[in-house]
């Protein structure tokens, strides 16, 4: 496949509406761990992406929330809300934060790099024995997104990612992402189920591990409401 029959292809098993169930670990080197159950809404068009994140455990941090969505061809938007706070949005500048101090960002989780303008084949390399092409995508627009560009080794059978790294303008690799599981939806369409992800902190590692994921939710905007996340 060339670099935009693979995107193109990648970017359509995007789309669609999930309601997921997952576990996300934090591990401070040395210093402990915080482990979170995290309930996500994810509804993508080819127009639009929205999530809604909520913590369903521990106790401390329940009913946590983060919003977020994107226009294509424009850059993210978010607001976390905290029970009996008022909402605070996510300014532009804090897309590089921390998903609930975890080392994905709020841009990591609401990007689709697969429907940017500029992809590329740059290369191939194997991953855990599976030969991977290396997809390089940029977004065309530097108000898009907080990085420059980003690789994901792409395995053309299965088609997922087994590794994506995430490139500043200065050619500096921001965040290394690894996908250690892979498993098959509903639909049997293998989707990475585990990822552990490297960010700036070189202290930390975060890890996802899914739990269940139910595709094709009925969801309406109210669900990526405050009120809609929490019914």
């Known amino acids: 496949m060339s670099a935009e029959e693979l995107a193109g292809r990648l970017n359509t098993l995007m789309e669609g509406s999930a309601l997921i169930r997952t576990q996300l670990e934090i591990r401070w080197l ?3 761990k915080r482990v979170l159950q995290l309930q996500i809404k994810q509804r993508r068009t080819k127009k639009a992406s929205d999530l809604a994140y909520r913590v369903l455990w521990p106790n401390e941090y329940k009913d946590r929330i983060v919003l977020l969505h994107q ?11 905290l029970p009996r706070q008022p909402t605070q949005p996510i300014k532009e500048a804090r897309m590089s934060e921390g998903l609930f101090e975890s080392d994905l960002s709020y841009q990591d989780a609401i990007e689709n790099v697969y429907g940017w303008k500029e992809q590329a084949i740059v290369g191939s390399e194997n991953i855990n024995g ?3 092409q290396i997809l390089e995508s940029k977004p065309g627009n530097a108000s898009v997104s907080t990085y420059a560009r980003v690789r994901s080794w792409i395995d053309p059978r299965r088609l997922v990612p087994l ?31 585990g990822l552990v992800v490297h960010g700036p902190r070189k202290d930390t590692v975060t890890e996802f591990n899914g739990a269940r994921i139910d595709q094709d939710v009925n969801f309406t905007d109210v669900d990526f409401t405050a009120a809609g996340i929490q019914r």
Do not use: F, M
């Not at 965040?175 to 639909?187: F, L, N």
């Open 30 to 32: 040395n210093a402990g």
């Open 130 to 132: 599976t030969a991977c």
């Open 163 to 193: 590794r994506i790294e995430k490139y500043a303008s200065s050619g500096e690799l921001i965040r290394r992402i690894d996908i250690t599981r892979v498993a098959r939806d509903e639909k049997h369409q293998p989707i990475p189920a």
């Open 71 to 81: 226009e294509a061809g424009s850059p993210p938007t978010g607001s976390i809300i």
